[in-house]
Every structure is written in structure tokens, then in C-alpha cells.
């Protein structure tokens, strides 16, 4: 089985070049209209409710979804994690991200100030123009403010302490989690933020591989080159 959890503001709409090139069972986790001032580990157990105790199983997060993926697989021990355009733990945030938290920026900015302003998110997230773009274009006008600023509070106060093994698929051209210094399990070349929807095809077999190794036992750790 395999769970998917979309990125911050995003919905099962980003899965739809990847879907139908994945084999096996797969269910979208949609996102949950957080409580007030709910903590993220109580956020997250909401939404394992929604996951098979019993069985292994994939948990594939992108973006804030991987640390949600992560925070769930502490809740089942049979998950495995894999992280899609995210990071493994706190002390990856970016000097931009962190900025932004030391400042306390984001506090005075509405998210959907961000509507104003999609060439700009297109750059930093590494939106294609066509349909990419015009996707984007509606995730951004779908955001719902209070759920988008719960999350990013969340995702800058993360207390990743014993999150456990994961494996990460980041693209070489990711700007908001750019590859640093850690090794990735695979990098994929020319991928940006986006690319769950630009590089479905290299995604999908990253993951039906993973899957299949799973299923069977064998080694699912054993990661692939680097990907043209």
C-alpha cells in the first residue's frame, strides 16, 4: 500500500501525472482543517487514523507532506517514510526559511498574499509555464489562509527529534529545499519544488520500485543513480 500527502496548500491535483504510473494500491491523504493551536504530533495523529496499522506500507510526502510523512511514521511502525521535495529534519531548513522564522515575517504576511504575485512563486517553486503554471495558478487560489498559516508555523517550529529513517527524492533544482552537503537517496537532475508534477515519470519509478521491494522483502534502500 501506498499513502500519498501532498505539499502545503496543494491537494490530491499534484498526483495527477504521477497516479496513473503507479502500480498497486494507492490512497491521496487529504488535508485536515487544523484545530486551534493544535500541535503538529496531534495534527498528524488525526490523519494516521486514515492508515492501516497492521500492514507495511509507503508513506510518500512532498514538500510539508514529507514532515507530516515522517511525524505519521512514528504513529505506525510498519510506514516507511519517503520524502518528495522535502527535508529529512529541522536542521535542513534552508537560510531563507530561516530567516523568515527568525524574523517572524510570516506572522505579519497573509499566505494568500502570494495570489498577488504567481510569476513570482512560479520562479521559486520551479513551475513550468502551460499546464504547470495554470495548475499552480489554482492551488493559489484554492489555499485556505488559516489552514496555510498553521502549517507554516508548524513546518518552521518542527521539532524533528528521532524522526526516524527516511528516504529522499529531491530535485537538483529545488529552490525552497535545495540538495546541501547531506547525501541524498536520489537526486533527480533538473527538478525543482514542482517536479511531482514535471518529473512524474522518474518519480513514479523511483517509487513503484520501492514498492515492489517492499512487497518482497528485499532491499528497499538501495538507492538509484542519478537521474537524466
Request: with cysteine; charged share 20%.
Amino acid at each position: 500500500m501506498m499513502y500519498l500527502i501532498p505539499g502545503l496548500g496543494a491537494d490530491e491535483r499534484v498526483f495527477r501525472n504521477l497516479l496513473p504510473l503507479l502500480r498497486g494500491p494507492v490512497q491521496v491523504l487529504p488535508w485536515l482543517t487544523p484545530l486551534q493551536d493544535e500541535s503538529l504530533p496531534h495534527y498528524v495523529a488525526r490523519i494516521a487514523e486514515l492508515v492501516d496499522s497492521t500492514q507495511p506500507c509507503l508513506v510518500v510526502g512532498v514538500s510539508f507532506g514529507g514532515v507530516v510523512a515522517l511525524e505519521l511514521c512514528r504513529l505506525r511502525p510498519l510506514a516507511q517514510a519517503v520524502l518528495i521535495s522535502s527535508i529529512p529534519d529541522a536542521s535542513c531548513l534552508p537560510p531563507l526559511l530561516r530567516a523568515i522564522r527568525a524574523s517572524r515575517v510570516y506572522k505579519l504576511v497573509p499566505p494568500q498574499l502570494l495570489k498577488l504575485f504567481p510569476r513570482a512563486g512560479q520562479w521559486y517553486f520551479g513551475v513550468r509555464n502551460g499546464e504547470e503554471y495554470q495548475l499552480f495558478k489554482e492551488i493559489l487560489n484554492d489555499m485556505e489562509p488559516r489552514y496555510t498559516r498553521w502549517a507554516i508555523d508548524r513546518l518552521l517550529h518542527w521539532d524533528s527529534t528521532d524522526t526516524g529513517r527516511c528516504l529522499q527524492i529531491l530535485g537538483t533544482k529545488d529552490r525552497v529545499f535545495p540538495p546541501g552537503p547531506a547525501p541524498v537517496d536520489y537526486l533527480i537532475q533538473g527538478g525543482g519544488h514542482f517536479m511531482i508534477l514535471s518529473h512524474a515519470h522518474e518519480i513514479s519509478h523511483i517509487l513503484n520500485r520501492l514498492a515492489e521491494a517492499q512487497a518482497t522483502g528485499t532491499n528497499a534502500e538501495a538507492p538509484l543513480p542519478i537521474i537524466l
